[in-house]
């Protein structure tokens, strides 16, 4: 009996080490991604609304569900406002940016190009 409750102890061991060596690894992937999205995001931001993001938190999402970053932070001078920046990392990309309308409307429009 006592050698049935080891092997089982084992198994289960052996399940948490896997289970918990894969997060890990997704952890890690995850940290790539949004170090790769940080600095196109500030300067999206910079360029688009002239402010300075500061990141205070992500959330990355999986693949199967949309391939995006949350970037969570603020605008220095701003620190009671959130701002959620949206980025793309299968096309390395801000797609969305989420505000208050007085950031929001502060974007800057895009220049015309004159047609020949």
């Known amino acids: 009996m006592k050698?049935?409750?080891?092997?089982?102890?084992?198994?289960?061991?052996?399940?948490?080490?896997?289970?918990?060596g894969c997060s890990v690894i997704s952890s890690v992937k995850n940290k790539e991604k949004m170090e790769i999205a940080l600095p196109i995001s500030v300067k999206y931001i910079k360029e688009y609304y002239n402010a300075d993001f500061?990141?205070?938190?992500?959330?990355v999402y999986p693949g199967y569900i949309n391939s995006t970053i949350s970037l969570y932070g603020y605008i220095k001078g701003h620190e009671d406002d959130d701002i959620t920046i949206i980025y793309n990392y299968k096309t390395y990309?801000?797609?969305?940016?989420?505000?208050p309308s007085w950031f929001i409307d502060s974007e800057i429009p895009a220049k015309e190009v004159p047609s020949p």
Not at 93 to 99: K, L, M, R, S, Y
């Open 3 to 20: 050698k049935v409750i080891i092997i089982i102890l084992s198994f289960i061991s052996i399940i948490g080490i896997l289970v918990g």
């Open 54 to 59: 500061v990141m205070t938190d992500y959330e």
């Open 93 to 99: 990309e801000v797609i969305d940016i989420i505000g």
